[in-house]
């Protein structure tokens, strides 16, 4: 998730506090003191493009690193996909021929159904599980901060290490899991083959890791509600469940949505957790494990790219990936959206 | 928070066995890699497995270091870690200090540019990025970490938040009658005052590279020159069924960032709490 070599969880977590791109709703209370604007943003109206030298040589080093590494490199592999090249011969241009072909590819449609089945199964007990704990963590008045530590924990551990130590529990012979379950004299489940099970064992990992990191940002939305609107609700007579659904669940909304779509732009963007899983399968080390049940979108656009040297396939892979992914966003913030109107 | 909104809460004791019961599940694998770490593959393999601490972790240790180059590679991760975490924060808090105090032609525009690729699945840029690293001849160098980590917007993003709102504009004032330029203003009162968020993006930006492993993985092509993720997971693969060993290296290269944390995680998750509260 921590999708290299940027967006990382901390990253999403203070977007998320300060009300990131694309979510105007969160903007206006903190841009708020952008308005009135210091007075040098006052003067600035009667000033010249060129007396803002400073400012510009100030942003410089930044854009020059960004337009080289990121802005050109985003529309480079746009035209990519256009083409057929394996980084060393003559490019050559296709057309619409890589996307003709991707549409037909039975790999890439299973590695959208894995993606996807990855992400369901991770989302929703994360979200659900981070607003439960958020709300305990805000009611109790002692051990909080050590309980934000412990709860936060999993997120800044790496996910080799974390894939490592899963498989390693999940093994199928020797597992601590199966050994439990030998113990409690219920049959040993083959976790790492079966797909069903595969796709849980990682969207498990996906959970531990951001629950806490969700609980977070649930829990700094739960802090700015006044306690006065609590108040109001118990003097109309409102019990817990229904301050919680009445109350809480509405003025969390925007926040709410934004964790929707942070988890959804990163949980789909899962790599690092079937390659590190299934890496010891020698024969076919990145194809996601037993009938490619692990084989997500991006470890196949790995694949594409970097095993097979189909730099073209590689950038329509991800350029489909990424229609895909705003499309769910959309349909998301929809969702979200229709679900405050009724 | 006022008594009667607590009140209208569950009840203390139950929240509490609740939250409980979530942290054992949160800190119960560091609790098995380090039993997994000091004991025997043959111990772990047992049922009912061993459950306590056990006295092989030396050996394990050694075992690792005999695989492969941990040292060489742990260091090879600090010296990146270190050198793009202080370079994204020179870079990214000057240019946070012009986008929150001055109005220059463009501001809008420049600053909504990073907004919308903060939002873009980065591994639409990766095969360029590769390829310029190959026209560079940097592939297999550890300077092919460092510009796509500080293509990073996030931190000019936060810092600007966090200036704009942190940093008084009487005091900019103040320093300009002073005779203070851009520069000075900068480093005499924009820097000092923003300390705590420029802890936070250290931190943020340094664990962020300690933990990477798609581009590393892509760009160290050098088997022998690699970060410590991608050594973790090569060593994965080679001794996929020797977890104490394999067990032992994640534990000794997690180890430092979990410190690193556990010190610093009051002011790390208030800061990105306090953001969100002011927000």
């Known amino acids: 998730m921590a999708a290299p070599p940027t967006t990382g969880p901390g990253s999403v977590a203070v977007d ?39 400012q510009y040589l100030a942003i410089s080093p930044f854009y020059l690193v960004f337009g080289v590494f990121m802005l050109w490199p985003v529309f480079y592999s746009l035209y990519l996909a256009f083409h057929r090249w394996d980084g060393i011969g003559e490019m050559q241009f296709v057309g619409l021929q890589q996307f003709h072909f991707l549409m037909d590819d039975p790999v890439f449609w299973l590695s959208i159904r894995n993606t996807l089945a990855i992400w369901v199964l991770s989302t929703v007990p994360t979200l659900l599980g981070a607003l439960v704990l958020a709300t305990l963590l805000n009611s109790v008045r002692r051990f909080k901060s050590f309980y934000r530590i412990a709860l936060f924990l999993p997120n800044v551990t790496s996910i080799v290490a974390i894939a490592i130590f899963f498989g390693a529990v999940f093994s199928n012979n020797f597992g601590l899991v199966n050994a439990i379950l030998h113990m409690a004299g219920l049959p040993e489940v083959q976790w790492m083959s079966n797909p069903w099970t595969i796709k849980l064992v990682i969207a498990l990992l996906m959970t531990w890791q951001w629950t806490g990191y969700n609980m977070i940002i649930y829990l700094a939305g739960m802090q700015a509600i006044p306690g006065e609107v609590y108040e109001a609700a118990r003097i109309d007579g409102a019990g817990p469940v229904r301050t919680f659904l009445r109350i809480t669940i509405p003025i969390l909304r925007p926040i709410i949505l934004f964790t929707v779509v942070i988890s959804t732009v990163n949980g789909l963007q899962s790599f690092t957790e079937p390659q590190v899983l299934f890496g010891s399968n020698a024969a076919n080390a990145n194809l996601g494990g037993p009938g490619q049940a692990g084989l997500t979108t991006l470890l196949y656009f790995y694949q594409s790219a970097f095993s097979n040297n189909d730099f073209g396939y590689g950038a329509a892979i991800v350029w489909a990936f ?5 499309v769910l966003v959309v349909v998301n913030w929809r969702l979200v959206q229709r679900g405050r109107k009724s | 928070m ?19 019961v979530a942290v054992l599940v949160s800190v119960f694998p560091f609790y098995w890699t380090i039993v997994m770490a000091t004991n025997t593959t043959r111990d772990i393999y047992r049922t009912p497995p061993k459950v306590s601490f056990g006295p092989h972790l030396l050996d394990n240790v050694r075992t690792v270091l005999d695989s492969i180059d941990f040292f060489g590679s742990m260091l090879n991760t600090l010296a990146v870690a270190s050198v793009s975490t202080v370079l994204v924060l020179l870079v990214d808090s000057i240019a946070a200090f012009a986008f929150a105090k001055f109005d220059f032609p463009g501001r809008r525009w420049l600053f909504g540019v990073l907004l919308v690729f903060m939002m873009l699945p980065l591994q639409l840029a990766i095969i360029p990025q590769y390829l310029i690293m190959m026209h560079l001849g940097w592939l297999g160098t550890l300077k092919a970490l460092i510009p796509p980590a500080l293509a990073n917007a996030f931190g000019i993003f936060w810092l600007r938040q966090y200036v704009s709102g942190g940093v008084p504009d009487e005091l900019l004032d103040a320093a300009r009658m002073d005779g203070c330029g851009f520069l000075r203003q900068y480093w005499h009162v ?23 492993y798609v581009w590393p993985l892509i760009a160290l092509v050098n088997p022998e020159h690699i970060t410590l ?7 994965n693969v080679g001794r996929s069924t020797d977890y104490s060993v394999v067990m032992a290296a994640v534990l000794i290269a997690s180890a430092p960032l979990v410190l690193v944390f556990a010190l610093f995680a009051r002011g790390f998750i208030a800061g990105a709490t306090e953001g969100a509260v002011r927000g």
């Open chain 1, 16 to 54: 998320a506090t300060g009300g990131g791109p694309g979510r105007p709703r969160f903007r206006p209370r903190r841009s708020a003191p952008a308005h009135h604007l210091p007075r040098p943003a006052a003067r600035a109206a009667r000033r010249g493009v060129l007396s803002f030298w400073p």
């Open chain 2, 229 to 235: 993720q991608v050594a973790l997971a090569q060593l």
């Open chain 2, 2 to 20: 006022t008594r009667t909104a607590r009140s209208l809460r569950p009840k203390g004791l139950t929240a509490h066995l609740v939250l409980i």
């Open chain 1, 322 to 326: 990424f229609v895909l992914i705003l």
């Open chain 2, 190 to 212: 924009v820097l000092p005052m923003t300390r705590p968020a420029l802890a936070f993006l250290g931190i943020y930006a340094f664990v962020n590279a300690w933990n990477d």
